[in-house]
Each structure stands twice: as structure tokens, then as C-alpha cells.
């Protein structure tokens, strides 16, 4: 992110003040010093930016949460309403920012006392374009894409309280790459990181299976290799020679199979022969066959009766 403008009015030890981040000396310095006696508000504009973000600041969070009666307010200690400046009835912070995904906002707090001098909760919004989100809203919205970073996250990073700069050093790795993920926008290697370790280990356990497979397989001496194509060689000879056989053999079995099929012909034929054989032998057939001898030898007298009876239907 990137600071703009920062507007304070009547928060703890200052009255107003104005910070505009792109007007000289600051625009053309890439580091710069806040410096001021005890008590002149140094804290105040770092406690000032993250009220306008976070609705807390790094001090009121480390404070007791017990209640404290402060005047006629009974509020906890951590409660933001306490920076209020002592006799003011309002305060707020306005931050003009442009946040890490490239958007410009403008995020505003603000406490006030109502007309019975009561504090009213604090009011936090956060505005960009036709766009307003107020106080859980406005929070979230920084801390998932205007910042990238919750609060603690911002504190162990960007807004560092006194005395609390060994708290990021002393983090977990982990916590710390995530930060700095965050800061640098190079969250994607990770997950970069994280799918080339991935496929490493499919590779390795696809290699580990194939060294199985293959652990069983020795290579041969040029000796054994050489062997193994002679007795290859005896082999190929071998199979043309059965080859050969085999279709003698067949041969054999198709004439077989012919002989067979002659026989079974030659039975049935020779069945059919006794059984005309056994016909012509029977009384039947001789009786017939004398009756059919017996009309070739009247043929002749039977075409004569025949010629006869014809003439004497034409005579009549």
C-alpha cells in the first residue's frame, strides 16, 4: 500500500494536524523521521493510521481488558473511544491511501459524544468510487485485498510499536513467509512451489515402481548373448523341419478323413443294394415281373384288338 493523506483531528495528545504524503519533503524521500519531545503525538499518527484501518492500535491491544472508569465513561481499557482528546466531543482519523491491489480508498474513523455527553461506539467506513462499507465490512475488506494483512500481520510489519520490532523476527518461519507473501506479492511462487513438489513426488513414485518392475531384469555377457543365438538358430531349424511334418501330417489327416467319409458312402450303397436285392427275391416282385413278361407278349394281339374295335367304330 501506499499513503496519500492522513487528516487527524483530536486524538490523544493532538488537536488537528495534516500529512500529505505526496507533497515535499515527503514525496521525494524514500525514508523519513518522526521526531518530537515525549508526549508530542509521535505515536499518535501511527496509532492514527490504524485506527483508520483497524479500528485498533498496537497499544490498546497489549492494555488490560478490565473496565476503567474514565470520567463518567465506564469503558475497557482497550476500547478506541479512549483516545479521544480530554474535553473534545469528537475525534477522527482520515487515511487517503492506495491499498496493494491498486485501488485508491479513503478509510475514515470517528468518535463523538452524543448530546447527553455520552461516547457513542466508534464509526470506522472505508470508501472508494460510488462504494462505502462501514466498521466488520470495511475491516474485512482491508484486511483480505486494500492491505492484504490483519492487524496483527500490520503490526509485526508495517506499523511496528516501541520495543516490538524483535516480534517479527522472532515469529514462526511459517507466519513470517506468509507475511512476506503478502508484502512482496509473490504468494504465487509458493503455490508454484507447492505443485512442483507435487509432481516430484508422483515422479519418484512412479520411478520407485518401475525400479521394481526392472529390479528382477540382468543383463547378459556377450558370451551368454552369443549362445543364446546359436541355440536360437538350432531353434528356427528345428520349427521349419516340424513345420515341414506337420504338413505331412495333414496331408495324412485329409486323406484319412477322406477314406472315412468313402467308406461311410460305400455302406450306405451297399445297404441299398440288399435291400433291391431283397425285392427282386420277393414273391411280389417275381408275380409282377411274370405279369409284365406276360403283357409284352400280348402286345401285339392287344394292338390288333385295338386297330379292330377302331375300324368298327368307322364302319358305324
Known amino acids: 500500500m501506499k499513503l496519500i493523506k492522513l487528516k487527524i483531528e483530536n486524538i490523544a495528545s493532538i488537536e488537528t494536524a495534516e500529512i500529505d504524503f505526496d507533497c515535499e519533503p515527503l514525496a521525494g524521500s524514500s525514508v523519513f523521521l518522526i521526531t518530537g519531545d515525549t508526549g508530542a503525538g509521535k505515536s499518535t499518527i501511527l496509532d492514527s493510521i490504524c485506527l483508520t484501518l483497524y479500528n485498533t492500535t498496537p497499544r490498546l491491544n497489549m492494555a488490560s481488558g478490565t473496565k476503567s472508569n474514565f470520567g463518567t465513561d465506564n469503558i475497557t481499557a482497550r476500547n478506541t473511544s479512549n483516545l479521544l482528546r480530554h474535553g473534545a466531543k469528537q ?5 487517503n491511501f ?3 491491489d491498486g485501488v485508491e480508498y479513503e478509510a475514515v474513523w470517528q468518535v463523538k459524544r452524543n448530546r447527553n455527553y455520552k461516547l457513542t461506539s466508534p464509526e470506522q467506513t472505508l470508501s472508494w468510487g460510488d462504494v462505502t462499507l462501514k466498521n466488520a465490512d470495511a475491516v474485512k475488506k482491508i484486511t483480505e485485498e486494500a492491505v492484504g494483512l490483519d492487524f496483527d500481520q500490520f503490526c509485526r510489519t508495517t506499523m511496528l510499536a516501541q520495543g516490538q ?6 515469529s514462526k518461519d511459517d507466519d513470517k513467509s506468509e507475511i512476506l507473501e503478502k508484502l512482496t506479492g509473490t504468494g504465487i511462487y509458493s503455490e508454484i512451489g507447492k505443485k512442483i513438489e507435487e509432481i516430484k513426488k508422483e515422479k519418484e513414485a512412479e ?3 518401475q525400479k521394481s518392475v526392472t529390479a528382477g531384469i540382468v543383463l547378459l555377457k556377450q558370451e551368454e548373448i552369443e549362445g543364446l ?11 521349419k523341419s516340424l513345420d515341414n511334418e506337420a504338413l505331412r501330417l495333414d496331408g495324412c489327416i485329409r486323406w484319412m478323413e477322406g477314406k472315412v467319409r468313402i467308406e461311410k458312402e460305400l455302406s450306405t450303397a451297399e445297404q441299398s443294394v440288399k435291400a433291391c436285392d431283397e425285392i427282386i427275391n420277393s414273391d411280389m416282385f417275381k408275380e ?3 405279369l409284365i413278361s406276360e403283357m409284352d407278349r400280348t402286345e401285339s394281339a392287344r394292338n390288333n384288338i385295338r386297330t ?3 375300324a368298327e367304330r368307322k364302319i358305324k
Open 91 to 95: 475525534a477522527s482519523a482520515i487515511l
Open 98 to 100: 492506495i491499498g496493494s
Open 165 to 170: 520490532f524483535t516480534q517479527f523476527l522472532k
Open 207 to 209: 520411478y520407485a515402481a
Open 229 to 239: 543365438k546359436e541355440r536360437l538358430s538350432v531353434a528356427a531349424e528345428k520349427k
Open 288 to 290: 409282377e415281373s411274370k
Open 308 to 310: 379292330l374295335k377302331d
